[in-house]
């Protein structure tokens, strides 16, 4: 599963960064941050699009459809096994070779603030503020954009975007995926459906013997194995199905359930 | 939750969410797309 999901983590990877090719511009919201800046490929970031329909004073209907349609099939999976910034999280992890300097409590709901907030001030402000300082608009699309096009030249929030970018690389090294625990509000989105998705993650209890060494295994932080299911936080990244000697965790896929 | 629920529940969010994309998708893409090229590289802080 671990081979599995790096190799998925890298193709999307690659699809993103395409997109300089004008490869992908499919007009399609992608259930991943892929910055529509580079270059301009319509609809493709889906918190873009939000604070697009937000400032023109439209409920994003197709935006908000397709995303619903990613969310109600698979919720946070699209994080652990798509998201190129996902994927930038987990190799800091991998190139700093120990835990968390911290332990920081879950706080579930500042997510949601995030994302409240960005919306608020993007209807506000009539501007796509989010935009300016997205750090993962730095790293695929204003890093690259200005060096893939030698007449652009540097602007203010140029250098505000790298100044973003460094803030949560220093974090992202200090705590695992902390962007997709503490900020991020397409995982917002996303996690609200994890309990409504097809795809879940299980706890099979008749097996489990309470080891929790699911938990200390979990990038997201996840405290109760009650939680694993239903939680915001799960990117369904699977490493607590690779961590149960008895295979008590496992990934399913129901209507029904 | 009961299993009955869950269907219902999901049957109608999927309902939802097709009629929004099937709907809406020809009407609103052509006045997005026109905002975007300019709004995204003056965001990224690159200017022509």
């Known amino acids: 599963m671990r081979k599995l999901r790096w190799a998925t983590q890298f193709l999307a990877l690659v699809l993103v960064n395409i997109g300089f090719l004008q490869v992908l511009k499919l007009g399609i919201p992608c259930p991943f941050f892929y910055c529509y800046g580079c270059p301009a490929a319509a609809f493709a970031c889906p918190i873009g699009t939000f604070q697009h329909y937000a400032a023109l004073q439209q409920f994003p209907f197709y935006a908000l459809g397709v995303v619903g349609l990613f969310g109600l099939a698979l919720g946070r999976f699209w994080c652990g096994w798509g998201c190129p910034f996902g994927t930038v999280q987990d190799l800091v992890m991998l190139v700093r ?14 997510k949601f603030l995030v994302l409240a907030v960005i919306i608020l001030l993007a209807w506000i402000a009539v501007d796509t503020l989010f935009c300016k300082v997205c750090p993962a608009g730095s790293l695929f699309a204003a890093i690259p954009h200005r060096f893939v096009s030698s007449e652009l030249r540097f602007g203010t929030f140029f250098y505000v975007h790298l100044a973003t970018l460094a803030v949560v690389l220093a974090a992202f090294f200090l705590v695992g995926r902390f962007w997709c625990r503490y900020l991020c ?73 | 939750m009961r299993r009955g629920r869950w269907l219902t529940l999901r049957l109608l969010l999927l309902t939802t969410f097709v009629v929004f994309v099937a ?13 975007v090229r300019f709004l995204c590289t003056s965001c990224l802080g690159l200017t022509e």
């Open chain 1, 97 to 110: 070779r120990r835990g968390d300097a911290f332990r920081l409590r879950r706080v579930p709901w500042l």
């Open chain 1, 185 to 257: 509000p397409l995982g917002a989105i996303f996690g609200a459906f994890n309990p409504v998705s097809i795809l879940k993650v299980k706890v099979d209890f008749s097996k489990c013997q309470r080891c929790e060494d699911c938990l200390k295994v979990c990038p997201a932080g996840i405290e109760k194995l009650e939680e694993i299911e239903n939680c915001t936080d799960c990117t369904r990244c699977g490493k607590c199905i690779e961590s149960c000697d008895n295979d008590a965790v496992r990934i399913s896929a129901s209507f029904r359930d």
């Open chain 2, 23 to 35: 709907v809406f998708a020809a009407d609103q893409y052509g006045l997005v797309r026109s905002f």
